[in-house]
């Protein structure tokens, strides 16, 4: 059986097709589209149009390519959502998560229901775009005439079949799930005046959707299309596309973002957890995505919007490779960097502030920017295990990030864990995996990772010594973050 998976990031989209052959995942990228937000009138909108029809063109490739039947499963980031009326039309255009509007909305809605008390009903971490808060600050006439609010991926797979539905792992993301009722949280919808049944039943990854209403594209040849829900929060296939076994590693699925933290039975919400801001994102088969949201490849995605030079990543990366690392000491986890106007005018600045050397060219900014996410992974990873009790021995990145061996080997040296890296693609990977579970071709995510494993090699960094303690205590002292 082929399978599709559609995996739509925050900086590009995918279509990729897979199946099982020979005891390894066979996987072919059949179409590749850019994805991202612009300003419209000060505000910050996705064009899902184009993500729709970007899907549409990528399954009429699936059936050029000779595939006349398979499934599919679609992820996309998280928290953004898409108000949808009587008649099946989109109400708005869908805002972007980096957009203002919720810049201080956290302290609105905790001044109404204590911070500690949201977070003890969802065991969620506080970023200031979470839904709960853009929905706050959402115009009350329109949610009113809303008959579904639909997170992108149910949006997308909306659009494609025409069954409405919330998918859970995508849905905690959201700030407003009760953890411990497994459901929304009814003082949080009051809050927001909010009926339940605006939201879709909630469904679990690995259920079967709904076929493909091919009548409603009309101008394209499409293939025969079941599709199933995946884990639709792209962080969450990432995670079940992480070949991890046994009890001692950790993720750091490496794109946009950096979410780095381990797969859990249960939920962590101890006061240390919610004093670091650790999330507990549901995962897959009733797992916990126990992990920060750490400021990521963004960095160099907007540091590369803003040179003068047009360089690719790999680029960037011998660019870094010539320049001293550890040049100074910059926490990108900061606010400002969540949707500066010029990032490399942001970086400078902030090293101009503490008093540091200010990086010029790309490589040192690249060496900048890269130093710090693995001083800044590494503070992670003792946080996580003294949070936890868990210890980590080895940390698995994965996604666009995990090319980049020059960070692979500082996170290496930084954290004094080892560091396996691959795949790539593991989003699309965790979301095709969960649809051959679903079609009986795999027994459950064990035996998926082994498939994984067997599949794609993975490429290990082992820590050199090379003044970690001393860096990280100088990161500490210049950006003010302290251990917790
Ligand atoms: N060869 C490479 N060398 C260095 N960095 C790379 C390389 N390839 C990709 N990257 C990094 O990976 C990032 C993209 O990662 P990825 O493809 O996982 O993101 P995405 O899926 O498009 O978006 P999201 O993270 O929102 O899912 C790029 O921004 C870049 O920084
Ligand atoms: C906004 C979310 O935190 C972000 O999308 C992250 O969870 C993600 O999905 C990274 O791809
Ligand atoms: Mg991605």
Known sequence: MTHAAIDIGASSGRLIIGEMKDGKL??????????????????????????????????AEVKRLGYASVTAGIDTWAVDYVLVDEQG???????????SRTEHTIEKVTSIIPKNVIYEKTGIQFLPFNTLFQLYEEDKELLQKAKHILLVPDYLGFCLTGRAVTEATNASTMQLLNVAGQDFDQELLDLLSIQRNQFAPLVGPGEKLGPLRKETFPEYDLPDCEF?????????????????????????????????GIESAAPITNPLAYEDNYTNEWGVFGT????????????MQE?????????????????????????????????????????????????????????????ELASCVYSNLAIIYAIAINDLQKITGHSVNRLHIVGGGSNNALLNQMTADMSGKAVLA?????????????????????????EGRQLISHSFPLVSFQPASVNRDERIQEFQLKTGKQPI
């Open 228 to 260: 199933y829900t995946v884990g639709s929060h792209d962080t969450a296939s990432a995670i079940a596309g992480t070949p991890g076994f046994g009890e001692e590693w950790a993720y750091l699925s490496s794109g946009t973002w950096s979410l780095l």
């Open 26 to 59: 066979h996987m072919k990228e059949v179409h590749r589209f850019a994805n991202g937000f612009t300003e419209k009138k000060g505000t910050a909108y996705w064009d899902i149009d184009h993500l729709v029809r970007e899907v549409v063109k990528g399954l």
């Open 422 to 446: 691959g795949p790539s693609e593991a989003t699309a990977i965790g979301n095709l995996i969960m649809q051959m579970i679903a079609a009986g071709e795999l027994a459950d995510l064990e």
């Open 303 to 363: 540091v590369r919007r803003h040179l003068p030079q047009d360089y690719n990543f790999a680029e960037f990366v011998e660019e870094a490779k010539k320049v001293e690392p550890y040049q100074q000491f910059v926490n990108f986890n900061e606010d400002r960097f969540l949707n500066s106007l010029n990032m490399v005018d942001e970086i400078k600045v902030y090293c101009r502030e503490t008093n540091q050397p200010v990086p010029e060219t790309p490589g």
């Open 89 to 99: 039309k989109r109400l708005q255009e869908v805002v972007a998560y980096r957009d």
């Open 288 to 299: 916990y995505r126990f992990l920060k949201n750490i400021m990521g490849m963004w960095v």
